[in-house]
């Protein structure tokens, strides 16, 4: 074969591909174009539902703000009362003074609505009373109230004679039955007594 016929058939050879390669791109079927972003607002998921924050009570909230004060010995007993009146009862484990079947403790009342008359409201209280473990009663031997909570504000005390104290039943469901139940578990239970600190001089130094 000359040279002439072998460049002719390069060329017969590489026109045959090149239109092999034409008829192969009319043949197939064009690209897909790419999906569009859609735009109906029904094909979007929804965002996941956010839980709503419970409701807080105008109880809950006072609540709150009132103090465990530890340092007194304060211990929650319970809450309740009417609307006007609720409260809720503290007792403090200092200063508990057993005689025979009867036992003295401290209680602390803390009240979410102001309590008393117009010439002095107070929303809480320290009370001293005396529970008797045998008759199931109890009687106050002093109070100082405090026009805020938390044992803050003005405040203002009486004292009652121990012989004229009144006795009071514990009525069975009542908060003063849970009291003197309370109350004779420490005469039950015995704790022993805090050792009392040394007594200090006028400028605070321990007598020597």
Same mark, same amino acid.
């Given at each position: 074969?000359?040279?002439?016929? $072998? #460049?002719?058939t390069?060329t017969? %050879?590489?026109?045959?591909?090149?239109?092999?390669?034409?008829?192969?791109a009319?043949?197939?079927p064009p690209?897909?174009? @790419?999906?569009?972003?859609?735009?109906?607002?029904?094909?979007?998921?929804?965002? &996941?539902?956010?839980?709503?924050?419970?409701?807080v009570? $105008?109880?809950?909230k006072?609540?709150? !703000?009132l103090?465990?004060?530890?340092?007194?010995?304060?211990? =929650?007993? +319970?809450?309740g009362?009417? /609307?006007? !009146?609720? &409260?809720?009862?503290?007792?403090? +484990?200092?200063?508990?003074?057993?005689?025979?079947?009867?036992?003295?403790?401290?209680?602390?009342?803390? =009240?979410?609505?102001p309590?008393?008359?117009p010439y002095?409201?107070?929303?809480?209280?320290?009370?001293?009373?005396?529970? &008797?473990?045998t008759? %199931?009663?109890?009687?106050?031997?002093?109070? !100082? &109230? =405090?026009?805020?909570?938390?044992?803050?504000?003005?405040?203002?005390? =009486? $004292?009652?004679?121990?012989? /004229? @104290?009144?006795?009071?039943?514990?009525?069975? #469901?009542t !908060?003063?039955? %849970? %009291?003197?139940?309370?109350a004779?578990?420490?005469?039950?239970? /015995?704790?022993?007594? @805090?050792?009392?600190?040394?007594?200090?001089?006028?400028?605070?130094? @321990?007598?020597?």
């Amino acid at each position: 074969m000359t040279r002439f016929e $072998e #460049g002719l058939t390069a060329t017969v %050879l590489a026109l045959s591909l090149i239109g092999g390669s034409a008829a192969l791109a009319q043949d197939s079927p064009p690209p897909s174009p @790419a999906p569009s972003p859609s735009t109906d607002p029904s094909a979007v998921p929804a965002p &996941s539902a956010v839980p709503a924050a419970p409701a807080v009570s $105008e109880e809950q909230k006072w609540f709150a !703000t009132l103090e465990p004060m530890p340092q007194g010995g304060w211990q =929650y007993l +319970t809450a309740g009362g009417e /609307k006007e !009146t609720e &409260s809720v009862v503290f007792a403090s +484990t200092h200063n508990v003074v057993r005689n025979g079947d009867s036992v003295t403790v401290w209680l602390r009342w803390e =009240y979410m609505r102001p309590q008393g008359q117009p010439y002095f409201q107070y929303q809480s209280a320290v009370i001293r009373d005396e529970f &008797s473990c045998t008759r %199931l009663a109890l009687r106050a031997l002093s109070s !100082t &109230s =405090y026009a805020g909570n938390n044992l803050s504000g003005i405040d203002q005390s =009486y $004292e009652v004679e121990e012989s /004229k @104290a009144v006795w009071q039943p514990a009525i069975p #469901g009542t !908060t003063g039955e %849970l %009291l003197v139940n309370w109350a004779c578990s420490k005469l039950r239970t /015995k704790q022993p007594r @805090a050792a009392m600190p040394r007594a200090r001089g006028s400028n605070g130094a @321990a007598p020597q």
